[in-house]
């Protein structure tokens, strides 16, 4: 629908990027789903690479929305617990086509990493063998390089446009140094809140000299299903713990699991991690043998790390395991997520047409800068570059992006190339 259309019904929210913004007035479920499938296929390197893989098909390629609201959209996952990446990947695309969008997106982000890993379990039931080593192939850490490249890319973009004056820039040195020294989730929200406080109380006059005039992006959530996914997200936390000690249904036990374990985590990622081993390690379900090997083979995929839920429920002993545990699995670690997107999206974007959350919101995003530069040295450029050839070979990736523009996926495809010629001579 274009800016001339009607007004949308009573309880719908309307989305206002600045002009940067395409006139396009949407798209469809399988555009959608064509363009983060794409994404599923080549995004590797987690997820503060995944938000530079973002930018540049959606912000700079296609223009789905401006660099603005994109920003906001990554702030307002910072926010939130559960998987950051797809948490943005689930915005833009309600952004694009409404709510069918948004699980277009999160079906193709998902569900080639998620396919990947349940085969994998079903490989490693059959035929045994561990999957760690799959951490030190060649064309692997070729693949952790490019990571840096794309990264170091999408920041230099983001501070250009968010940490451009000496406040801003500021802020973002602070925040990397609280994070480089203090990296925990309870810092991270530390870190935004006091930016958002410090950019309300300095920074008003001249976030509203510098917002550029909004040309209105019509997009229809009710405020009436944002409360109620509210409601169901805290009610699923507190209801299906209680369900599984009632019932001793090990699928409620399975799904209880992965729920608690996307809702309860900040930064998401590596940060999952012991939480899942806390959850199918004890119990039996998963040995620690099949738990390693899942993450070793979980690092040799595209697309979001919370994946690897597919392959500890396919690999779990007690029924339900196989295809049908992986997707009780996958289902329950992401639902957290989109209960929380569609939930906060109306009020979020409410909040950030006010003044004082406008200069609340420059703060914010001059931290989550920050907050990524120190991700790009822990764990992008600490795991990646270990020599002069890694070096050599990420500086080659960013100038393809950076100086010639060449699309990401072949960057990747000729990374994991110079990868496995570099672990050649090596």
Not at 219 to 236: G, M, N, Q
Not at 367 to 372: S, Y
Not at 394 to 417: E, I, Q, T
Request: glycine share 12%; aromatic share 12%; net charge neutral.
């Amino acid at each position: 629908m274009n800016s001339d259309a009607q007004m949308p019904p009573s309880g719908e929210t309307i989305i206002s990027p600045d002009t940067a913004t395409s006139k396009k007035p949407g798209g469809s479920f399988f555009e959608v789903l064509a363009v983060f499938t794409r994404l599923g296929l080549t995004s590797f390197g987690g997820p503060i690479a995944h938000l530079g893989y973002f930018r540049d098909e959606i912000v700079t390629r296609r223009k789905w929305v401006s660099e603005q609201t994109y920003a906001d959209l990554v702030a307002l996952a910072q926010f939130l617990p559960g998987p950051a990446s797809s948490e943005v990947g689930i915005a833009l695309g309600i952004s694009r086509a409404g709510l069918k969008g948004g699980l277009a997106a999160w079906l193709g982000f998902t569900l080639p990493s998620a396919a990947a890993l349940i085969l994998f379990a079903y490989g490693l039931n059959a035929f045994g063998g561990n999957g760690a080593n799959l951490t030190e192939s060649g064309w692997l850490h070729g693949l952790t390089v490019v990571a840096v490249a794309v990264v170091a890319l999408a920041l230099w973009g983001m501070a250009r446009n968010f940490s451009n004056d000496r406040y801003r820039a500021t802020l973002t040195i602070l925040a990397a140094i609280i994070t480089l020294l203090w990296p925990t989730g309870l810092a991270q929200i530390a870190i935004i809140v006091g930016a958002g406080l410090i950019g309300w109380r300095f920074m008003g006059a001249k976030t509203a000299a510098s917002k550029p005039e909004e040309e209105p992006l019509h997009l229809a959530v009710p405020r009436s299903l944002a409360i109620v996914c509210l409601v169901a997200f805290f009610l699923l936390l507190v209801a299906l713990p209680l369900a599984r000690q009632v019932s001793g249904s090990q699928p409620v036990a399975l799904f209880d699991s992965f729920y608690r374990s996307g809702a309860l985590v900040f930064g998401g990622g590596h940060v999952v991690l012991p939480l899942l081993q806390a959850e199918v390690v004890p119990p039996g379900w998963v040995s620690n043998e099949q738990f390693i090997a899942g993450y070793g083979a979980a690092q040799a995929v595209p697309g979001p790390l919370f994946t690897f839920s597919a392959y500890l429920g396919a690999v779990s002993k007690p029924d339900p395991n196989g295809w049908l545990g992986g997707i009780i699995a996958l289902v329950g670690i992401f639902l957290p997520a989109f209960l929380l997107v569609i939930g906060a999206l109306p009020f979020w974007n409410e909040l950030r047409k006010l003044a004082g959350f406008q200069a609340a919101l420059g703060g914010v995003n001059a931290a989550v800068v920050g907050i990524l530069l120190a991700a790009l040295y822990q764990p992008a450029w600490t795991s990646a570059i270990r020599s002069p050839g890694d070096l050599a070979l990420g500086l080659g990736a960013f100038g393809l992006l950076a100086a010639w523009k060449w699309p990401p996926w072949l960057v990747v495809v000729l990374s994991a190339a110079g990868g496995y010629m570099l672990s050649l001579f090596t």
